[in-house]
């Protein structure tokens, strides 16, 4: 089996070093990561900038770009084959609900999916890599476990994991959840620098807002690992319906003398 491991903390992350030492006895795993953090870039692609690969002494290949970049690259040019899997994490803090959509680590993740390759985003519930060890075993075993179900190497899916942070004896059972939804985000906090210009930083995102049973945070607030499947289409298909006819009224008003 053969995986793409990349991030959005950057490649020398706890999160991401845990994870390959997890993946490495089970799998042939290439690092191919951001060389700063990244989070929040979605899947925004350098497009006016070149793009550099370096190698760190540990075998680890960072790139100075977005997540997306960095596997984007690796399929399009840096790898020698075509990885089974791509895998996305483990993430320092959660991605649920509307954080996917923001998210560096499903941007990567996503990205892989794009290319026909099934795919996984992997984050810690809560920041600061309490029970790190315990994620990446979780993760390990899911790994196999797919690999076993011969869904791995096949047809793609993008799959999106929140795990929190107990011991794996204190982990519940996987828990297939759609996503929650969160509140708007904090207000933005208005600075002044040394030079007396004003500056924003964003505020921290919301609270959870939909979060009852089904949703992600439901979950992951009861012990339990969240998986939850994505997907690229963006179709409000429940809609169709509405906007094929306001459409039609738009149309009807133009053509009218």
């Known amino acids: 089996m053969k995986i793409l491991l990349s991030n959005d ?12 030492a997890a993946l490495a006895p089970v799998a042939e795993v290439q690092v191919i990561a951001p060389e700063h953090n990244n989070s929040a870039k979605s899947n ?5 900038a070149p793009l550099y690969v370096h190698e760190a002494p540990n075998g680890f290949r960072y790139v100075n770009g977005t997540p997306a970049d960095c596997v984007h690259i690796a399929l399009t040019g840096l ?5 089974d899997l791509v895998i996305s994490g483990i993430n320092n803090g959660a991605n649920m609900g509307d954080d996917t959509v923001y998210s560096g680590t499903v941007g990567a993740a996503m990205e892989g999916y794009l290319f026909g390759i099934p795919a996984l985003a992997v984050s810690q519930v809560d920041k600061g890599w309490a029970e ?4 990446a075993q979780t993760v390990r075993a899911f790994v196999e476990r797919m690999q076993h179900q011969q869904l791995v190497g096949t047809a793609p899916w993008l799959l999106n994991m929140n795990i929190p942070n107990l011991p794996l004896s204190a982990l519940r059972p996987l828990k297939l959840c759609r996503l929650g939804r969160r509140h708007a985000a904090q207000s933005a906090i208005r600075q002044q620098n040394p030079r007396g210009e004003t500056m924003y930083w964003i505020g921290a995102a919301g609270a959870a807002r939909d979060a009852g049973e ?3 945070f439901h979950a992951t607030a ?11 289409d963006m179709t409000d298909h429940q809609h169709l319906g509405y906007w094929a006819q306001t459409v039609a009224r738009l149309a009807a008003a133009t053509e009218m003398p």
């Open 214 to 216: 089904g949703t992600d």
């Open 79 to 83: 790898l020698g084959d075509r990885p």
């Open 132 to 135: 790190l060890d315990a994620a």
């Open 44 to 48: 925004a692609l350098t497009l006016n």
């Open 222 to 232: 009861l012990g339990h690992v969240a998986l939850t499947p994505l997907q690229v």
């Open 9 to 20: 903390d950057g490649y020398q992350a706890p999160g991401i070093v845990a994870l390959h």
